[in-house]
């Protein structure tokens, strides 16, 4: 048996098209989404992020703004940028690029970005309404995860879902969100004893730990869906998960590949959190006009 591939890329360009629709709608009604993306300092990789980030938005028709600032910034004025655009009505979501130099705290940026535009889905009041259950923006990569899993026609409901990894970004908010969809949620992390007679319970495994091939077939009960959510460069240059493939795909029912998998998922997500703010936009301005 070989495991059925997720495929994120697919799934993005699906919903992409769905997406562009909502943004003509938009602009028929005079809205045009915007995204504002902050980016302090030349981390390459930050720099290849932004690159798909704007594909993503142009394909779509959002517009797109990229502010560059030099790694000397202070966060004085990094802040005031974030203000600025808090008050523009043409921004419907704000994006500081992550990671910020170590002089910037990475807290103070997040929550001054307003919780109405935040897109990232990263301010405390947006993931305090994650946590109940309410409408609010979702952080794109978990938000990205859940929309694969459905993709597939898996069911959640009643399933173990395990989770490796327990970052603000991915691990926690993964966990969230399965939880809302009635799964049974485990965390496992660095202390976890035992790793795998954790994870080879998993109906559902999400690993998102950062280590080239750290899950191996070992770990992974037989029929699982596994998730990826890994991006690693090896010394050859290759892309790999934090899922050794060929093991999994023997083992898995289904499993998500790298690349190709979650990343593609993860900017789709941020697209539908413009449009969706936008949206909002548009429906807080006709109330006002209304009253």
Not at 122 to 129: A, E, V
């Amino acid at each position: 048996m070989t495991a059925s591939i997720i495929s994120g890329k697919e799934l993005a360009q699906e919903k992409r098209k769905q997406l562009a629709q909502e943004v003509k709608e938009l602009k028929q009604q005079g809205v045009v989404p915007g995204l504002v993306v902050i980016l302090v300092g030349d981390h390459p990789a930050s720099i290849s992020y932004i690159k798909g980030k704007q594909k993503a938005s142009e394909e779509i028709g959002v517009a797109f703004t990229l502010e560059h600032f030099p790694e000397s910034m202070e966060e004085k004025e990094l802040l005031d940028v974030i203000e600025k655009y808090n008050h523009d009505e043409s921004c419907h979501g704000i994006l500081v690029q992550l990671p910020l130099p170590d002089h910037i705290q990475e807290k103070a940026v997040i929550e001054k970005i307003s919780p109405l535009k935040d897109v990232d889905g990263f301010h405390p009041l947006n993931i305090g309404q994650m946590m109940i259950g309410e409408d609010t923006f979702l952080p794109c990569t978990p938000a990205g995860i859940v929309e694969m899993i459905k993709s597939a026609n898996i069911e959640i409901a009643g399933k173990h879902v395990v989770v490796v990894g327990r970052s603000n970004i991915v691990g926690k908010p993964v966990g969230i969100l399965l939880l809302n969809e009635h799964a049974t949620v485990t965390y496992c992390h660095s202390r976890t004893p035992d790793l795998k007679e954790v994870t080879k319970q998993a109906d559902i495994l999400v690993v998102a730990v950062g280590r080239a091939n750290f899950i191996t077939g070992e770990h992974i009960k037989e029929n699982a869906v596994v998730i990826d959510v890994g991006v690693n460069r090896l010394e050859t240059g290759k892309l790999c998960g934090d899922v050794v493939f060929e093991d999994a795909k023997q083992i898995a029912s289904h499993i998500t590949p790298v690349p190709g998998g979650v990343g593609p998922m993860t900017i789709t997500m941020l697209a539908h959190n413009v449009v969706k703010s936008a949206r909002n936009s548009a429906e807080r301005l006709q109330v006002s006009k209304e009253l």
